[in-house]
């Protein structure tokens, strides 16, 4: 809205998204940021506290590829992820997460 972080954010910024959120959401999120101008990587989590703690969380991020360069300094130190997947719309990923936390295709 007008008051928001995204009201305050310079045009090409990058917001990285790691809630568990419904695939419409960040949808959502990710489309009224765009329009903004600002990108963002939809990059939920999966592991639990356990997993958090030991530094092993799985993080499954997508995004535009302007956004993963434009974040390279921040993702590396971070999530270190072993592969990025490139995909412009949000939401992607949280709906990957939500099925595989489903079981469904296994």
């Not at 419409?24 to 639990?48: C, N, Q, T, W, Y």
């Not at 590396?76 to 709906?95: I, K, M, N």
Request: positive net charge; hydrophobic residues 45%.
């Amino acid at each position: 809205g007008r008051n928001g972080a995204a009201a305050r954010m310079a045009r090409g910024s990058v917001v990285i998204a790691s809630a568990t959120a419904a695939p419409a959401f960040a949808e959502d999120v990710g489309a009224r940021l765009k329009r903004a101008g600002i990108h963002m990587i939809d990059a939920p989590v999966s592991g639990g506290a356990a997993r958090a703690a030991s530094g092993q969380l799985s993080i499954m991020a997508s995004g535009a590829r302007e956004a993963f360069t434009r974040a390279e300094p921040v993702l590396s130190a971070s999530y270190r992820p072993r592969r990025a997947d490139e995909f412009d719309e949000a939401g992607l990923r949280s709906a990957a997460r939500r099925q595989a936390r489903s079981g469904v295709g296994r």
